[in-house]
Nanobody
Framework: QVRLVESGGGLVQAGGSLRLSCAASGRTFSSYAMGWFRQAPGKERKFVAAISGSADRTYYADSLKGRFTISRDNAKNTVYLQMNSLNPEDTAVYYC????????????????WGQGTQVTVSS
């Protein structure tokens, strides 16, 4: 399994932007598809975005298309989530996830989870 550590969360005003990072351990990072999920208080964890190992495929939750962008740098063993035009409904703990393919990540079949990073958007 790959070990994942998120960073970049924090407090931002509505309309602002944040970029989350997820650093992965291990030499096989490029063999993993990677994804982001989020969990708002009192709600279940939900899929946000996923990217294939070679970065040739990305997939987003329909409601987030156009505002969020997932990317990765395999040389740095890092996956990113750029979040723009944030609103208070985006407040959640954001989790990084690793899986075998984009499809399995979307389905929630995750090999490894990060510990999460808090994103709070104030109105």
């Amino acid at each position: 399994q790959v070990r994942l550590v998120e960073s970049g969360g924090g407090l931002v005003q509505a309309g602002g932007s944040l970029r989350l990072s997820c650093a992965a351990s291990g030499r096989t990072f490029s063999s993993y598809a990677m994804g982001w999920f989020r969990q708002a208080p009192g709600k279940e964890r939900k899929f946000v975005a996923a990217i294939s190992g070679s970065a040739d495929r990305t997939y987003y939750a329909d409601s987030l298309k156009g505002r969020f962008t997932i990317s990765r740098d395999n040389a740095k063993n890092t996956v990113y989530l750029q979040m723009n035009s944030l609103n208070p409904e985006d407040t959640a703990v954001y989790y990084c996830a690793a899986g075998s393919t984009v499809v399995v990540i979307v389905r929630g079949l995750i090999d490894s989870w990060g510990q999460g990073t808090q994103v709070t958007v104030s109105s």
